[in-house]
Each structure stands twice: as C-alpha cells, then as structure tokens.
C-alpha cells in the first residue's frame, strides 16, 4: 500500500472519530476552478499568513479526543424565545445570538442570519459527529421571514445543508433567502437544490438594497471530507449600513486581516467574535482565536461592542463548556475593558444598538 494510501486511510479513521462527513459522494464538497490569485493556486485556497498543519499533528488532537476532553454537560434545559419584532425599521439594529455562530441581525428592514445550525449533530450524519448540548435561543420555524444568509466556511457547523434547505422551504415571502458565502460552495449549494446564492472572492462586495456586503478574509481553512481540503474558499463578512459597520469573522485564528478590516473599512458599531473551540493551542491557533485574542481582535478592529460567538453549543474541542467565559472575563479585565464591552450574550436574548 502507497504511504498516500496508508495516510487517506488514516485521516478517513480520524475524520470518523470527530463526525466529519460530507453531503456528497466521496465524502467531499465540489471544488472551485478559476484562475490563479494571492490567495488561490488554481487547485486549493490557502492563507497569507502560514496556518499548514501536518497530518501528524491531526492525529495527536483527534485520537486521543475523549479520553483528554472536559466533560460537558449531556444536556441543558432551556426554553427558546421569541423574535419581538418581524423586522428593525428605525434607527436602531437588533441582533439576537441563537447558538454557536449564528445570530439573526435586523437592520434597516433587512433580516440577515448568520452560519445557519439548527440540527443536532455538526455532521451530515445523524449517528455521529459533535452532538449540541442545549436549544437553540430562538427555534426555527419562529424566526422572522429572512432575506440574506451568511455563510463563512464549509465546516459542518457553520455550513449546515439541513438547516439551509429548511429555511428555503419556510421563508413565508415567496423569495428564498439569499445565500452569500466564499467562491466554490455554490457547487454545493447547488446540488443541495438550494436557488439563491452568491458566491464571493475577498473583499468582494455585493449589495442588497441599502446594505453593503463585502467577503473579508479570515485566518482559517475550509473542507468537509478528505479530498476537498481547501478547494472553497473561507471568509468573515462586513455589513456595511447607514447606522454603522458590523463585523462578522465565521472561525478565525489572529492575524494581520482584524487591522486591515479596521484600515479598509473603518471601525465597528459591532463586531462578532468567535471565543469557543480553541484547546489545545498547539494545534488550534492557527484556525481559531482564544478569548485573549478575540479581545486583541476587538482592538483591532476598533470596536464600539463585541459580542462572542461559537461558544456552548457543541464540543469541538478540549476546553471545559464554562471556560472560554471565564479566560474572556480575565483577558478583558487585563486589557481593562469593559465587559459591557465585549459581552457574552444569553441564548435567544436580542440586544439594541444604537448609533
């Protein structure tokens, strides 16, 4: 057997451990073709900043996941909510955190939901993968008729195709919600019999009424089976509106991109931030911020407010469900932040911003 054979083998083992499988044959996504870039080399996407890690260095995270990982909760009890309003027409912007990293944003009449995940499991299969531990904040069905989707990546949690295919099917106005995310998973999309989507390179903007879009680059990679590693492209977004920027970043490790937002489009009346899913360092800093970092993120793209995200919903990684909420208190209190400045909100809470 060829030592590619042997280590395909491998990584399928290991992508089974953690749930990681695909919604089409081959346990993969399609992959984008077009011409070559900065940040494209015909085949895969990759960073600006180095975030390779070896398949060696996979496996000392995977295999040993369950017998290192603090024990979460099997369960929590809690009761979604309600939306108030069906859309924000005033000067005002209303955001309400449902779980992991999506959040519904209502803004200038405009409904936007971000990486979509109402299902169980972060995995196309309903027996195996990370199993979410609570409610979302505010049920399906009970969200408010949603003209944008954002989606960052195709990593299972933040691309969910039952989830995307539900919402489709319930918008009560007969236009589907649009679907924005990063070059190469309108493939999937498409073959999901999902309608409406836009696929976009960095720093591509695209405008829905008076809303500007625009795909921002992230530190981070993208992959739903073994062939596809890389072959779409990942991304944060920034919403520009008349009452002010909201920063978006999906997953991300820290680098250079928090800055370059800032320089390239101004401060932030909000900005999302992922705390969640970053233990052990040693393998997770390239993808994903710590809290430390996500403040360090908050500073850097000037923020007026963040709001952290991808956090106690699914088990992805080491840390206990408790910890990135104590490591983020601490790393404000260090800096002498405010927390009511970078906050962590409750399930199906809506917060106002006002300009």
């Known amino acids: 057997?060829?030592?590619?054979?042997?280590?395909?083998?491998?990584?399928?083992?290991?992508?089974?451990?953690?749930?990681?499988?695909?919604?089409?044959?081959?346990?993969?996504?399609?992959?984008?073709?077009?011409?070559?870039?900065?940040?494209?080399?015909?085949?895969?996407?990759?960073?600006?900043?180095?975030?390779?890690?070896?398949?060696?260095?996979?496996?000392?995270?995977?295999?040993?996941?369950?017998f290192i990982k603090e024990d979460w909760p099997d369960w929590i009890d809690s009761t979604p909510r309600k939306i108030s309003q069906p859309r924000q027409t005033g000067d005002e912007i209303s955001v309400t955190f449902i779980n992991?990293?999506?959040?519904?944003?209502?803004?200038?009449?405009?409904?936007?939901?971000?990486?979509?995940?109402?299902?169980?499991?972060?995995?196309?299969?309903?027996?195996?993968?990370?199993?979410?531990?609570?409610?979302?904040?505010?049920?399906?069905?009970?969200?408010?008729?949603?003209?944008?989707?954002?989606?960052t990546h195709n990593h299972y949690?933040?691309?969910?195709?039952?989830?995307?295919?539900?919402?489709?099917?319930?918008?009560?106005?007969?236009?589907?919600?649009?679907?924005?995310?990063?070059?190469?998973?309108?493939?999937l999309f498409k073959d999901s019999q999902l309608t409406d989507f836009k696929d976009l390179d960095w720093e591509q903007l695209f405008q829905f009424k008076n809303i500007e879009f625009v795909f921002t680059e992230t530190r981070h990679r993208s992959g739903r089976g073994?062939?596809?590693?890389?072959?779409?492209?990942?991304?944060?977004?920034v919403i520009k509106t008349r009452l002010g920027n909201i920063y978006f970043a999906g997953d991300t490790g820290y680098g250079p991109h928090f800055k370059n937002a800032r320089k390239t489009h101004g401060g932030f009346i909000l900005s999302l931030l992922p705390i969640g899913a970053y233990e052990?360092?040693?393998?997770?800093?390239?993808?994903?911020?710590?809290?430390?970092?996500?403040?360090?993120?908050?500073?850097?793209?000037?923020?007026?407010?963040?709001m952290g995200i991808h956090f106690g919903t699914f088990q992805l990684t080491y840390e206990s469900i408790d910890q990135p909420i104590m490591d983020l208190k601490k790393a404000l209190k260090d800096k002498q932040i405010p927390e009511t400045d970078f906050f962590v909100p409750e399930f199906g809470k809506t917060h106002i911003l006002k300009p």
């Open 1 to 66: 057997m060829s030592k590619k054979n042997k280590q395909n083998i491998l990584l399928l083992i290991s992508s089974m451990l953690l749930g990681v499988f695909s919604d089409t044959p081959g346990f993969a996504a399609p992959g984008y073709k077009g011409p070559v870039t900065d940040h494209f080399d015909g085949e895969k996407f990759y960073n600006r900043v180095d975030s390779d890690v070896g398949l060696i260095d996979f496996f000392r995270f995977s295999l040993p996941f369950n």
């Open 157 to 187: 949690d933040h691309l969910d195709i039952e989830s995307l295919q539900l919402l489709q099917a319930q918008n009560p106005e007969k236009q589907p919600p649009l679907i924005l995310s990063g070059l190469g998973n309108g493939l």
């Open 280 to 306: 052990p360092r040693w393998f997770m800093k390239i993808a994903h911020l710590n809290p430390e970092e996500a403040v360090s993120a908050h500073m850097d793209l000037n923020a007026q407010k963040s």
């Open 226 to 237: 073994i062939t596809d590693q890389n072959k779409t492209l990942w991304g944060g977004f």
């Open 100 to 151: 992991h990293s999506t959040v519904l944003i209502q803004v200038d009449g405009v409904n936007i939901l971000t990486d979509p995940i109402f299902t169980q499991r972060t995995s196309s299969l309903s027996w195996i993968g990370p199993k979410r531990v609570r409610n979302p904040g505010v049920n399906i069905e009970d969200l408010p008729p949603l003209d944008v989707i954002l989606v």
